[in-house]
């Protein structure tokens, strides 16, 4: 039965902990008792900043679809990528990010080991099937000794993670509804990716996988 997805006890690797560097961890099912209330507060989000599809710097779109909240927000289009603090579609202010939010990403940045973390901006990625990411590192943020915190919710996906060079060797680890990855410290510019999103339905997401990622931008 798919509706008992939805509760935390039917993981029994919820809970687990999987390194994938020296400080970087997957940390399964951690935001699963949250849930739904994060799913109401992401659909409240993106009915104030729909998704939309932006344009790499060299002219491509981008597969996933892209909203964000907080006081800065990640834009790209043909002069590049950057983070802005207004919503390019609306010309209005990303909306607030909720305290929730930013709780979760604290509480998930110190189960890592990163004291401290104060995300300004989370990126609200949605992958429908056939979207992708392709490898980069996040680098666009002021200061690297902040982690990044990335949630997955709905459907499944291969998580890509490398190492500090583009041809370096790729870890591919599927990543599930309620499961968070945090990197910072030695491993914070790591490489990483997200392989094509098979189809499916989750049975509270529907056909789609969404992907928050936090970060201390300005
Ligand atoms: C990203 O790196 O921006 C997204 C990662 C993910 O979707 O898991
Ligand atoms: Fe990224």
Redesign the pocket.
Known sequence: MHTLDLFADDRPDAGQREPLGAQAVVLRGYVLPGLPALWQTLQQLTAQSPFRIMQTAGGRSMS?ALSSCGKLGWVSDSHGYRYAPRDPHSGKPWPTMPQTLFQLGQQAAAEAGFADFAPDTC?I?R?LPGAR?GL?Q?RHERDYRQPIV?V?LGLP?I?QFGGLKRDAAVQRVP?FHGDV?VWGGVDRLRF???LPVKPGEHPLLGAQ?I?L?LRKAG
Do not use: Q
């Open positions: 996933a990126l990625n992958y990411m980069h996040d990335s997955s996906a998580f990543l990855v990483h990716g997200v996988r992907n990622t």
